[in-house]
């Protein structure tokens, strides 16, 4: 272990990862500052451009992409009200409310060391926790990989929705979708229409680009209309001040921390949920909750602490696994796969080096964000008023570039292209796009341990109960989807309109 | 009085406009969900035909529960009650909805944003297909540049110089990089 630790620092302090891992922060942090730019379309834009370095260089800078978007989304929630990403969206009512009253650089400044110490807790979870879970992954047979991969499936739809039916029916599309190509046991073709570039499947990478990248260019384009963005004056915050404040709130950054790698750590949830989740707690456990949504400090800090800290917690079901934590985790295999690396309980085993620089990796992006940070604070303003029809019809060229770039093929640009429509008209119909990229990923883990599943049992499906994992897990995925239905059912929304009322 | 009577009638206007657009998105829904609905049903009985190999899919059984078709099956006809429940529990207005949680739904006080409209839709619409028509003809960088200067110009972003910066600098530099930093040749021209 001690030569391990001692090659990935040897590994992670070569030059080239050092300017992977500070070009991934920047190029996030920037990504996640731009209004309708997120973490998880910097990641798809991005990936393929990776298939072309080493691994080492290629994955730290995709990490540090996705710690510094999910930073940088809090940029633009506290100045403007607009967060950057989803997962920023419970700083909004704090950080802007702090910007009204002339704190932009306190709350900014909370929210740079509030994101370093929530990213920090959750490397620490990682490094702490993913052996463990690793000797625990290598017991874990088809059965209980089918059972996993079904619970991940449950919350994906019963979580990032805006209902639960309409998330049922995207992941039914995703599954749908994953059907195309190679018969995973057999190696026939299926489901391919008589088109050839169709039998390797569609890729995970040219469908997240067209549903997050090529979606996400349509509509900004669609709805921009000339306005008046008015970046207000940010003062520079002041670090000792900054500390200090944190470590006043320590234990509402100490529960958000857990709150966000305990949701990081489940297959299928991630930072969309984990920070609203701690905003949530945050204000329970205030001794002034009055103050929320009027520029309470705490109220940065809890959100930003939780969606940096399910960054390195959503690793542990990626990496040892090989089931996606959440979107940007699941682009994220799919580029690991790329270089020749399967995530599994086997990559630890195998690829110790590996694992362990990016475990480094991950710690020194976590410091380049804090430099990184501090530094966009002075160039937010300016950050953000690049105009948008210039900004988003330059990433639709990225788009095609991108996609190109992988196979070198027209044909998955033109998938990209057509993924873009779908996205677009899903978002137009508020049919959530997340758990459609969810469960197009799991669904090929699904049908694998599915079939394997029934062939060692010669076609029974007793091993689910037989198997105390598998048992467990399918016992947590019927509650689930039981606390979904009830609280979809009008009896539940009864309940629910008279506690309001109340 | 007059003031308030046109503020009246001004707010019942909208309100009209919003049930209008709600009714419009129900219709959609529906229609998307009768859509999904019968393809995957339809695709469902007919599974056995776009499957090929059956018989080396499953080495070592001739067991109908493991062929290769009956995943599947079974996904397609799940898309399809999915999408039968959604479109009967969307007419009937049964399930209950929950903000997204999205990007674009918390960017909903953005200043730079308005509703979108029919005729800009139908021309980000002809655009894609007019890019992806134009890629192996006239190569990535005359039709990217092209997209960066037409698309800046529909949406009504009106400074030159920066569209003709951007639109010139931006493919040239992401051609040359992709082409001597990751050896991909992006799309040239067949036109000339």
Known sequence: MTEDILAALSNVSSPTVLLAILIGVVVGVTIGALPGLSATMGMAIFAPTTFFLPPIEGISFLLALYKGGTFGGSITAVLIGTPGTASNAATVADGYAMTRQGKAGRALGLSVWGSVVGDGIGCIVLVLCAPMVASFALKVGNAEKFAITLMSLTLVAYVSGNSLMRGLLAAGLGLALCLIGTDPIGGADRLTFGIRELSAGIGVIPLAIGLFGMAEVMDQLGRWRQGSLIVPVVDRPRIPDILGRIWYYRRTVTMSALIGAVIGALPGIGAETSNWVAYGFAKRVSPNPERFGHGAEDGVIAPEVACNATCGAAMIPTLIFGIPGDIVTSILMGALIAQGLQPGPTLITENRDLFYTLYAGLFVSMVMMAFVGLIAIRFASRIILIPRPILFTSVAVMCVAGTYAINTRLFDVGMMMLFGVVGWALRLLRIPIAPLVLAFVLGRILEDSFRRMLIQSGGSFSPLWDRPIALGVTLVTVAVIAAALWTASPLARKRTLAISQD | ?192
């Not at chain 2, 009650?81 to 209950?96: C, H, Q």
């Open chain 2, 1 to 192: 009085m007059g003031g308030r009577a046109r503020s009246f009638a001004r707010g019942r206007g909208r309100e009209l406009m919003d049930s209008v657009d709600q009714l419009r998105a129900k219709i959609a829904m529906i229609a998307l969900c009768v859509v999904i609905a019968t393809g995957a049903g339809w695709l469902a009985f007919n599974i056995d035909a776009f499957v090929s190999g059956w018989a080396f899919a499953m080495p070592g059984t001739t067991d109908a529960a493991l062929a290769p078709a009956t995943f599947p099956r079974m996904i397609l006809w799940l898309v399809a009650l999915v999408a039968l429940a959604n479109s009967i529990g969307e007419a009937i207005g049964f399930f209950k909805h929950r903000p997204c949680g999205s990007t674009s739904d918390a960017m909903s006080n953005d200043l730079e944003r308005g509703p979108l409209t029919a005729v800009r839709a139908a021309g980000i619409l002809a655009g894609v297909v007019l890019y992806l028509w134009s890629l192996p003809v006239f190569g990535f960088i005359v039709t990217s540049t092209s997209a960066i200067v037409l698309g800046s110009r529909i949406v009504g972003y009106r400074r030159w110089p920066v569209i003709i910066a951007t639109a010139v600098i931006l493919p040239s530099i992401t051609w040359y990089s992709f082409r001597y930093g990751m050896k991909v040749i992006l799309p040239e021209a067949s036109a000339w």
